[in-house]
């Protein structure tokens, strides 16, 4: 995590992205900022909820000793399946050559409010 007490605060101002000029002042950032955040917290808890209600299904679920359900509006399904995934420290530890051969890297955008 950066040290955000060191980091230095800039009016970049104007910024022009694709042919249209930006300008808002960091007070403005600031506010998108917060918004941004706490649009965020309530996303958060509406996962966690679901997250509730879906374990709450699953167990239902379990109890009947069912793994589909349909209702008048709903059909309800578990399955259980295997994934099979590769161990990719272990390989690059036995077999780094094939796994720099075979690995690329590809270009990313990390975007945070902290």
Not at 53 to 75: A, M, P
Request: hydrophobic share 45%.
């Amino acid at each position: 995590m950066r040290d955000l007490e060191s980091m230095e605060m800039y009016d970049l101002g104007p910024v022009e992205t694709d042919g249209l000029i930006s300008i808002m002042t960091i007070d403005e950032i600031t506010i998108k900022a917060q918004e941004y955040r706490m649009i965020l917290a309530r996303a958060k808890q509406l996962v966690d909820e679901a997250e509730a209600i879906k374990l709450e299904l699953i167990e239902e679920l379990k109890s009947r000793n069912i793994v589909n359900l349909q209702t008048s509006v709903h059909t309800i399904s578990l399955l259980n399946y295997y994934d099979t995934r590769v161990d990719i420290l272990a390989m690059k530890k036995d077999f780094p050559e094939i796994v720099d051969k075979y690995s690329k890297t590809i270009n990313m955008c990390s975007f945070a409010v902290i």
